[in-house]
């Protein structure tokens, strides 16, 4: 991966100096709205995904001798998921969390974590943006990928799949457009009614083939009965995995579909650690999908599968339509967990969902495969005019 010698590193920040003496200079955000290509756009149990109002988060640390630093995040949020968008995020970062950081070592990045947890209740999804900007700081600053500095990579390159909604003409184009895009594995979101869920499963049962790896996601749509009757109906069209069955809380209806056979993938329903607790107690899941906004940031999103590995239970990333820099974060995170399912592709997605890129150069993704550039840091660049909004 591309990894310069550490000695002389190590030998400056023994000394107190060099990227473990960096501090905070200031945090700075960007609002930026991107809409999904229609042709792709998400339309699922909890509504429609057709374009995101999300936020760019820059970190600047400086150290000592002057090396000076920028940190890239982003806050991947949805208010109809997960009660957190742009906006809100903006304010919390101005008025809570900036404050509570700048002037501050970046490092321990940990400490500054549970500094944000202090000041500021909740709101996953607006820390990890900013936590995505201290690791990617603290990364460059030591001239590593970020995945080395999450203790990888375990691998370079990343299998994914995209969802697929709608029906009838519109499940169609999505198809077409994924496969145009080079995707071969596919997730078709269910949990709007049996009748229609069957129906769009088989078709695309029927679009890619007998061999092609397909899934379904219920989003939390199905009613433990429906699930189970889901569970028989969705048999003959040899489908991977089931993920969210029921709705996030009921843990005992995950687990009778367990029982009937199908594997099952926990999303809405594990957050965190506390989260991930009940469902292993519940024994109501195979997978967890792992997401750095959930998470709360990539260092969290990382133990959280180390967590749920101890139990027996694999990992994938899993998407909330990510932009370039949630992106990149998610290609990392996946690198730097020991054991992620790599049977199952995960939804790295943002250099194929929307109808443009905030990145310089795109992520290497060829629909099949997201791959780990050795660049410092994140490893990717904001085009110049994304950029220049920050304030």
Request: with cysteine; hydrophobic share 45%.
């Amino acid at each position: 991966m591309g990894q310069p010698a550490p000695a002389a590193r190590l030998a400056a920040m023994s000394a107190g100096t060099g990227p473990a003496d960096a501090v905070i200079r200031d945090v700075r955000t960007a609002p930026i709205t991107l809409d999904a290509r229609s042709d792709l756009a998400v339309h699922g149990a909890r509504g429609d995904h057709v374009r995101s109002d999300f936020l760019l988060v820059r970190v600047r640390a400086q150290t000592s001798s002057g090396v000076v630093a920028n940190g890239y995040g982003e806050v991947s949020a949805t208010p109809l998921w997960s009660g957190e968008d742009g906006t809100t995020a903006d304010h919390l970062i101005r008025t809570v969390i900036a404050p509570a950081v700048v002037g501050r070592r970046l490092a321990p990045i940990g400490r500054l974590e549970r500094l944000m947890d202090t000041v500021l209740a909740a709101n996953p999804f607006t820390k990890a943006g900013v936590s995505i900007a201290l690791w990617d700081c603290w990364a460059r600053l030591l001239n590593v990928p970020l995945a080395v500095a999450l203790g990888g990579p375990y691998r370079d390159e990343i299998p994914i799949k995209i969802s697929l909604s709608g029906d009838g003409d519109a499940l169609e184009r999505a198809y077409l457009a994924a496969v145009a895009a080079g995707f071969s594995s596919f997730k078709v979101k269910v949990g709007t009614g049996l009748t229609a869920d069957t129906a769009r499963v088989a078709r695309v049962r029927e679009l890619a083939g007998p061999d092609a790896f397909l899934a379904v996601d219920a989003n939390g749509g199905w009613t433990r009965h429906d699930a189970a009757r889901a569970a028989r109906l969705l048999e003959p069209f040899n489908v991977r995995f089931v993920e969210q069955p029921c709705e996030p809380s009921d843990l005992a209806g995950a687990r009778r579909i367990r029982a009937l056979g199908p594997t099952v993938v926990a999303d809405e329903s594990v957050f965190d650690a506390a989260d991930l607790t009940r469902v292993i107690a519940a024994d109501a899941a195979d997978v967890v999908s792992v997401y750095v906004g959930k998470a709360g940031g990539p260092s969290r999103a990382v133990e959280l599968a180390r967590l749920a590995a101890t139990f027996g239970i694999g990992s994938i990333i899993g998407s909330n339509g990510e932009l370039g820099i949630g992106a990149a974060v998610q290609a990392h995170v996946a690198c730097a967990i020991p054991d992620l399912n790599v049977e199952f592709p995960c939804d790295i997605i943002g250099a194929h969902y929307y109808a443009e890129d905030i990145l310089d150069v795109p992520l290497d993704s060829d629909g099949r495969r997201v791959r780990l550039g050795d660049g410092p840091g994140l490893g990717v660049r904001l085009r110049a005019d994304v950029e220049s909004q920050f304030r």
